[in-house]
Nanobody
Framework: QVQLVETGGGLVQPGGSLRLSCAAS????????MSWYRQVSGKQRELVAR????????YVDSVKGRFTISRDNANKNTVILQMNSLNPEDTAVYYC?????????WGQGTQVTVSS
C-alpha cells in the first residue's frame, strides 16, 4: 500500500506562483511514475505533468513553460510541482498519483484557486 500526502495549495493572484508537494510513503518501488492531475467541478480529471523514475517528464500543452515537475533532492519519494504565471484557468483541485507494479494510488487533492 502507498500513501500520498499533498501540500501547498491555496489562493494566489493571477501571475503568481505556487509550489505543490506530494510525499509518498509505504511500500515504495524503485520503478514508478508520479503525476499531477487536476479537476474542475463537473469536468473530467486531466493530466497536468508526470515524471518517472528515470527523470523523464512530460506536460499538458497548456502548462508548458509555466509549470515544472521535479523530484525533491532530499527525498526522492517526494515530487514537486512548481507553478508559475498562474491564471484563473489553472483553478482546480490538484491530485497526486503514483503508478507502480501495475497499481495506481491517489492523494486526497489540494485546492488551487487563482483569483484577484
Amino acid at each position: 500500500q502507498v500513501q500520498l500526502v499533498e501540500t501547498g495549495g491555496g489562493l494566489v493572484q493571477p501571475g503568481g506562483s505556487l509550489r505543490l508537494s506530494c510525499a509518498a510513503s509505504g511500500t515504495i518501488f524503485s520503478i514508478y511514475t508520479m503525476s499531477w492531475y487536476r479537476q474542475v467541478s463537473g469536468k473530467q480529471r486531466e493530466l497536468v505533468a508526470r515524471i518517472d523514475n528515470n527523470g523523464f517528464v512530460n506536460y499538458v500543452d497548456s502548462v508548458k513553460g509555466r509549470f515544472t515537475i521535479s523530484r525533491d533532492n532530499a527525498n526522492k519519494n517526494t515530487v514537486i510541482l512548481q507553478m508559475n504565471s498562474l491564471n484563473p484557468e489553472d483553478t482546480a483541485v490538484y491530485y497526486c498519483k503514483r503508478d507502480q507494479a501495475g497499481r495506481s494510488y491517489w492523494g486526497q487533492g489540494t485546492q488551487v484557486t487563482v483569483s484577484s
